[in-house]
Structure formats: structure tokens, C-alpha cells
């Protein structure tokens, strides 16, 4: 089954169990409010395709949109949730609908470690990392809650602080798709510190200005940009490539 038609059979699965339609997400316009949508379909769409003609880096780059598009969304059933919680039937529905989500996003990255260890028979594959999704997650988000202070930005430019991080997060992707080691291990101690510096210019432009509304969207930013900086999973991942490269250099 297509991973498309996964996420079909959740949303019929949803609504047989709840008796609902399933939970879609609004945003305000001029012309009133409208139902938005979660973005999941048109990239699971990209997820089948590179499946579908076993491309790694493709691949790789789908399930971090995945992650980008699939954490709003399932923020927003987690509130939905919350006003089922006496109902355990509805409950359950939204349980059920949320889990399935991430049973997609590991079984499709799995595919992609088959990818990577049949084009690269002898090497050890390179767990999926979902930095790319997360940190381009991060500046959607930090854009949204900005968009009230948009003189404040322009002066600052502050999303463009984290364009750096951004740039070694896609850097990263590519190469661990094609299994390279050393150039995926130097794009996350780059991605690391130029999180780093990111937090700390935002840091400073939170103290140069003075609009307290202001200062606690930039704050929400700087602080997800200084998480990246010492996030164990990356950490974990550093470490995880150099004993892969060790490996590799040893057994050639």
C-alpha cells in the first residue's frame, strides 16, 4: 500500500471510529476564516515517488517535509484531543490517527536505510535524522509568530540568521542519503554551531528592542535555534558517524 493510501485509510478510519470528519485546521484571511490544509497528502505523494524509483536523496528530502508538515498537524489533534479526553472512544480515534502518522514516518524511513545499504552494499546505512524538517519547521513557525513585528524583522532580518543552519541541515541530508560519512559528520558540527550563533544574534536583538510582544516571539525562536546546538540526538548522531567513518577507513 502506498504511503498516500496509508494516510487515506487513516483519515477513513478516523471518521468511521469518532463519527466525525477529521480534524482540519482554519486560518483567518480577509475574506473570513478557511480551512487549511495539513500539507501531508502532496508529500507523501513525493514520499511514493522517490520509492518508487529508489532515490535515496530525494527520499531523504520528502520525509523531512513529512516531519515539517506532520508536527503542526499533529499539535493541532493534540488540542483537539483535549476536549474528548473524558471519551474514550474519541480518545482513541485521535490516538489512533496521531500514531499512524508515526508509524509512517519510520516505516518510510526504513525504506530509506534499504536504499542506502542496497546502493551501498558494505557500508553501515546512516539512521534517518530529521534536522532538515525540524529546523525548517522551526523557521516557518518563528516567520508566523514574527509576522505582527514585520519592521522589527526587516531591520533585523532575524529569520535570516538561521539561514546558515538551514543550509547545513539540507547539507547533511544529501549526504547521509548517499551514505557519506565525513560529509555528513562536518554538516552537523557546522549545523550545531551555526545554531549557536544564530540564538546568540537573536539574543542580541532581543535586548536592542523593547516591544514586550516582540521579544517573547523572538524569544520562542532563540531558544529552538540554541536547542539545536546541544540536542543529544544530534550529538548522538556526530558520534554514530565517526565510528561509521572509523570503520570505513579501517576496513579499506
Known amino acids: ?47 511514493d515517488a522517490a520509492i518508487a524509483k529508489k532515490q535515496r536523496t530525494p527520499l531523504a528530502q520528502a520525509l523531512n517535509k513529512f516531519f515539517a508538515v506532520r508536527g503542526p ?41 534499504k536504499f542506502q545499504e542496497a546502493k551501498s552494499p558494505g557500508k553501515v546505512a546512516i539512521e534517518f535524522l530529521q534536522i532538515e524538517g525540524d529546523v525548517k519547521g522551526t523557521v516557518a ?43 555528513a559528520r562536518e554538516a552537523l558540527v557546522s549545523f550545531k554551531a551555526n545554531s549557536k550563533k544564530c540564538a546568540e544574534d537573536v539574543a542580541k536583538i532581543i535586548s536592542a528592542e523593547n516591544d514586550a510582544n516582540f521579544k517573547k516571539a523572538a524569544q520562542k525562536f532563540h531558544d529552538a535555534m540554541k536547542a539545536f546546538s546541544v540536542v543529544q540526538r544530534v550529538d548522538g548522531q556526530i558520534k554514530k558517524l565517526q565510528e561509521a567513518e572509523a570503520a570505513a577507513v579501517a576496513g579499506a
Not at 485509510?9 to 490544509?37: C, H, W, Y
Open 73 to 113: 498537524y499533529v499539535t493541532f489533534l493534540q488540542n483537539e484531543m483535549k476536549q474528548y479526553l473524558d471519551d474514550l472512544e474519541m480518545a482513541t480515534a485521535f490516538k489512533d490517527l496521531m500514531v499512524g502518522l508515526g508509524k509512517i514516518d519510520v516505516d518510510a524511513a526504513a525504506e530509506l536505510k
Open 1 to 47: 500500500m502506498s504511503y498516500v493510501a496509508r494516510w487515506e485509510q487513516l483519515k477513513k478510519d478516523f471518521e468511521k471510529a469518532s463519527g466525525l470528519n477529521r480534524p482540519k485546521q482554519t486560518k483567518d484571511t480577509i475574506v473570513g476564516t478557511i480551512q487549511k490544509a495539513s500539507g501531508i497528502t502532496p508529500v507523501l505523494k513525493e514520499v
Open 141 to 183: 513557525a518563528a516567520k508566523k509568530d514574527l509576522a505582527p513585528f514585520a519592521a522589527i524583522e526587516k531591520k533585523h532580518k532575524i529569520l535570516a540568521k538561521a539561514d546558515a543552519a538551514v543550509k547545513d541541515a539540507e547539507k547533511y541530508t544529501k549526504a547521509a542519503a548517499k551514505t557519506e560519512y565525513k560529509n
